[in-house]
C-alpha cells in the first residue's frame, strides 16, 4: 500500500535565540491593551516593524520571508515585506487567548516565541468537507493541530488565510511574542509582452485621515476598539 498526501498546507519554522531579549527590551515599554482581542491578550499597535528598536527584529523576520519567496519559486521580482507588526502578551493566570481568526489582507503571517506557551493551534482548512457528505468519525483526524513548536526564539510563519487560535494561558509566567502580517512588493506575475500584471508598494509612513475614527469614539461606537477586526 502506498499512501499520497495531496495538497498540504506548508508552514516554515526558523530559529534565533539571539534576538529574544533584545526584542523583550524593546517591546516592555510599548503601550498595550485589549483592543480587538477582548480574552486578556494585550496588544500593541502594529507599527512595531516602523520603529528603530525593533529593526533587528523586522530585518531577521523578512530575510526568513526572502527564503520563503525562494522555496515557493514566485513569479514576483520584489520581495516580501512586513505590513504590519504587534506585540502580542498574555499575563500569567491570565486564561489570556485569541478566538478562532485568520489574516485577511495579507499573503503570509507568523510569530516570533519570545517565551514558552502552548504553541497556537492551526483549523483544518477543509473542514466543510464533513458538512456535505456523511462523516465517519476517525481516531486519526483531528480538527485543530498545534503549531510544530512554542520554543522560544522560534520564528513560525504560515498562510494567512489559514484559520488559527489560542487555548488559554494559565501558566505562572508571562507568555509573549511578536505577531506580524507581510505582503509581496515590487513587480508579480509577467504577463502578455513582459508587462508586469501588478506593481505593488506598501507605504511605510501612517497618514491616515482620523477624524471618522475620533467621530466614533464621540458616538461611543469605537470605544476599546469595538468592531475593529483582528
Same mark, same amino acid.
Given at each position: 500500500?502506498?499512501?499520497?498526501?495531496?495538497?498540504?498546507?506548508?508552514?516554515?519554522?526558523?530559529?534565533? $535565540?539571539?534576538?529574544?531579549?533584545? $526584542?523583550?527590551?524593546?517591546?516592555?515599554?510599548?503601550?498595550?491593551?485589549?483592543?480587538?482581542?477582548?480574552?486578556?491578550?494585550?496588544?500593541?499597535?502594529?507599527?512595531?516593524?516602523? /520603529?528603530?528598536?525593533?529593526?533587528? $527584529?523586522?530585518?531577521?523576520?523578512?530575510?526568513?520571508?526572502?527564503?520563503?519567496? /525562494?522555496?515557493?519559486?514566485? =513569479?514576483?521580482?520584489?520581495?516580501?515585506?512586513?505590513?504590519?507588526?504587534?506585540?502580542?502578551?498574555?499575563?500569567?493566570?491570565?486564561?489570556?487567548?485569541?478566538?478562532?481568526?485568520?489574516?485577511?489582507?495579507?499573503?503570509?503571517?507568523?510569530?516570533?516565541? /519570545?517565551?514558552?506557551?502552548?504553541?497556537?493551534?492551526?483549523?483544518?482548512?477543509?473542514?466543510?468537507?464533513?458538512?456535505?457528505?456523511? =462523516?465517519?468519525?476517525?481516531?486519526?483526524?483531528?480538527?485543530?493541530?498545534?503549531?510544530?513548536?512554542?520554543?522560544?526564539?522560534? /520564528?513560525?510563519?504560515?498562510?494567512?488565510?489559514?484559520?488559527?487560535?489560542?487555548?488559554?494561558?494559565?501558566?505562572?509566567?508571562?507568555?509573549?511574542?511578536?505577531?506580524?502580517?507581510?505582503?509581496?512588493?515590487?513587480?508579480?506575475?509577467?504577463?502578455?509582452?513582459?508587462?508586469?500584471?501588478?506593481?505593488?508598494?506598501?507605504?511605510?509612513?501612517?497618514?491616515?485621515?482620523?477624524?471618522?475614527?475620533?467621530?466614533?469614539?464621540?458616538?461611543?461606537?469605537?470605544?476599546?476598539?469595538?468592531?475593529?477586526?483582528?
Amino acid at each position: 500500500m502506498n499512501k499520497h498526501p495531496i495538497f498540504p498546507v506548508e508552514l516554515y519554522t526558523f530559529e534565533n $535565540t539571539d534576538l529574544i531579549e533584545p $526584542t523583550l527590551d524593546a517591546l516592555d515599554p510599548i503601550e498595550r491593551g485589549m483592543f480587538n482581542m477582548p480574552n486578556n491578550v494585550q496588544t500593541t499597535a502594529g507599527n512595531l516593524h516602523l /520603529l528603530d528598536a525593533f529593526k533587528p $527584529t523586522t530585518d531577521w523576520i523578512e530575510s526568513c520571508l526572502e527564503e520563503i519567496r /525562494l522555496d515557493q519559486q514566485y =513569479e514576483m521580482y520584489g520581495k516580501f515585506e512586513i505590513s504590519l507588526m504587534w506585540g502580542v502578551v498574555s499575563p500569567e493566570h491570565s486564561a489570556g487567548c485569541h478566538n478562532v481568526h485568520r489574516h485577511p489582507m495579507s499573503y503570509w503571517s507568523g510569530l516570533y516565541c /519570545l517565551t514558552e506557551g502552548h504553541p497556537t493551534m492551526f483549523q483544518d482548512p477543509v473542514l466543510f468537507r464533513s458538512f456535505n457528505q456523511m =462523516e465517519i468519525i476517525s481516531a486519526k483526524y483531528e480538527n485543530a493541530v498545534p503549531a510544530p513548536t512554542h520554543k522560544p526564539g522560534t /520564528l513560525i510563519v504560515w498562510p494567512s488565510w489559514l484559520v488559527h487560535f489560542t487555548v488559554p494561558h494559565i501558566q505562572d509566567f508571562v507568555r509573549a511574542g511578536i505577531s506580524f502580517n507581510a505582503m509581496p512588493t515590487g513587480a508579480i506575475n509577467q504577463g502578455p509582452f513582459g508587462q508586469n500584471m501588478v506593481n505593488l508598494k506598501l507605504l511605510k509612513d501612517d497618514n491616515t485621515d482620523r477624524s471618522l475614527m475620533w467621530e466614533y469614539d464621540e458616538k461611543g461606537y469605537g470605544k476599546d476598539g469595538a468592531g475593529m477586526g483582528g
